[in-house]
């Protein structure tokens, strides 16, 4: 182990002693590492390196029963219990989907590029990270799972070198927001209203170049409206009394998650938001929103509204909208529930 990794080891182990409820992406945030290294400080106590094809990793999970998936960002936590099934990719392989009710992913294989069998106080779980060294999603074990299919995973996948060293490297900057002068504003509005799918909204912000909360500024007039950093809290609190099912996005740069179902169990604690439900958790961190927007995009399905929160970086810190699939029209409940609370 080299010296540098030794430092962030001993370093890692004071501060864990320090402060034992910190959360490990706090601390490597607090040392200016990645959260990756400080796993791999764990290799050959408390984590296993893995070695592999991840997609195929991935496909071997619905061995192991129902899990928690989990998916976050450094303002939200999505959790999400269940089985996964309906694994596929495409993209060249590096595009992926988990497709099941309970277990629903977007998969960017591009940025896996470490992963770790983790046992934290008998915690099982499995997790992989980008090149910078930050997680992109993270399996647990629940009491559901299969203990030994999981073990078997592990030792098929364990890397012949268990190595403490990790290097990671940090992403490029990205650009500068282009200034609105600079933007064929009319043609991108013309793009907006034609469009047939939601998800041309972001080949429709790569041609014109625009962040995307600059999109959403430029945006034609009726489709979106700048709303309280509140609203979020408000709109959940009625989607729990009416019972409106919801879908609720959160994404890391190598995977989007997704929960689609009602919501009960409500709690603030602090500056965090929650949703504590037998098989769906979310604690979004509330004096993180910098800025929060309903937004209409047309479909061939008629208008799709959601509401969509940002940080102070322009980052999307979580998405939610009606529960809807391609060719249903969105709930009339989830319309008129953002019409009451947001007033658009």
């Not at 607090?30 to 997609?55: K, N, S």
């Not at 408000?234 to 994404?251: D, K, N």
């Not at 504590?276 to 047309?298: E, G, T």
Request: with cysteine; hydrophobic share 40%.
């Amino acid at each position: 182990m080299d010296t540098l990794n030794l430092d962030i080891k001993e370093q890692y182990s004071r501060i864990k002693a320090e402060q034992p409820k910190s959360r490990i992406r706090d601390i490597a945030r607090t040392m200016g590492v990645g959260e990756a290294q400080l796993v791999a400080t764990g290799v050959g106590e408390t984590a296993v390196r893995l070695e592999g094809d991840f997609r195929e990793m991935i496909k071997e999970i619905q061995s192991m029963g129902k899990v928690m998936a989990l998916t976050r960002n450094n303002n939200v936590v999505h959790e999400r219990k269940g089985v996964y099934h309906n694994v596929s990719f495409e993209g060249g392989g590096m595009v992926g989907l988990v497709l099941d009710p309970d277990i629903d992913l977007r998969l960017f294989m591009m940025h896996w590029k470490s992963g770790f069998a983790v046992n934290e106080n008998d915690r099982n779980s499995l997790q992989f990270f980008d090149k910078s060294g930050d997680a992109v999603h993270k399996i647990y074990l629940t009491g559901d799972s299969d203990l030994e299919a999981y073990q078997r995973f592990v030792e098929k996948y364990k890397a012949p070198e268990q190595s403490q060293d990790l290097t990671v490297s940090a992403y490029e900057a990205e650009r500068p927001e282009l200034p609105d002068t600079d933007i064929d504003v009319a043609s991108f509005r013309e793009g907006w209203l034609g469009m047939q799918d939601t998800h041309e909204f972001f080949g429709l912000m790569g041609k014109y170049q625009l962040k995307r909360t600059q999109a959403l500024r430029l945006a034609p007039e009726g489709h979106v409206k700048q709303v309280p950093n509140d609203i979020a809290r408000r709109i959940l609190e009625a989607a729990a009394e009416r019972q409106v099912p919801v879908m609720v996005f959160v994404g890391s740069r190598g995977c989007i998650q997704i929960h689609t179902g009602t919501v009960t169990n409500l709690l603030e604690t602090g500056p965090w938001f929650n949703v504590l439900d037998p098989d769906f958790n979310l604690h979004l961190r509330q004096d993180a929103i910098v800025s929060s927007y309903v937004v209409k995009k047309p479909s061939v399905d008629g208008i799709v509204t959601s509401l969509e929160l940002f940080d102070e970086k322009g980052e999307m810190i979580v998405q939610f909208f009606g529960k809807r699939k391609p060719g249903i029209p969105e709930l009339e409940s989830w319309r008129a529930l953002v019409q009451d609370v947001a007033d658009f």
